[in-house]
């Protein structure tokens, strides 16, 4: 039987630490320069340069087992999806927000991660 529920069965590890995802995504992709010149017949010429990749979502957590980084930390992150691509790095901690303004919400905070250096993605396309 086909499995459509993209992450239902998503593994998502920060500094060896299995973290409860409600939401997320990532994106890799690269800077270019242009190098449009005389000889490429009025056609644009762009090159690569610099890879990166973008994790965002929401970790919901425990108060008795807070989050052990902040902004401007680099963790390293493994997100392990079966069926589609994984990601894994090392990674700088963007940003945190922290969605604690409705009696409803349970802990969560929204982070935004940046690749440093190398990152590989692991099976799938």
């Given amino acids: ?5 993209a992450g239902k069965n998503t593994t998502i590890t920060i500094n ?4 409860g995802f409600t939401e997320g995504s990532y994106d890799t992709g690269t800077e270019t320069d242009d190098m449009t010149n005389t000889q490429e017949g009025a056609y644009g010429r ?9 994790v965002n979502g929401t970790i919901a957590y425990n108060a008795d087992a807070p989050l052990d980084f902040d902004e401007d930390d680099e963790v390293d992150l493994s997100v392990m999806n079966p ?3 994984g990601l894994t790095g090392t990674f700088l901690v963007k940003s945190m927000s922290y969605p604690h303004m409705s ?6 905070v ?3 991660m940046v ?3 190398q990152y590989t993605k692991t099976g799938g396309v």
């Fill in 1 to 5: 039987m086909a499995q459509y529920k």
């Fill in 16 to 19: 060896g630490i299995v973290r």
């Fill in 46 to 54: 762009d090159i690569g340069t610099v890879k990166r990749a973008t």
């Fill in 83 to 85: 069926g589609s691509p």
């Fill in 103 to 108: 009696p409803r919400s349970g802990l969560k």
């Fill in 110 to 112: 929204r982070v935004t």
């Fill in 115 to 117: 690749s440093q250096g």
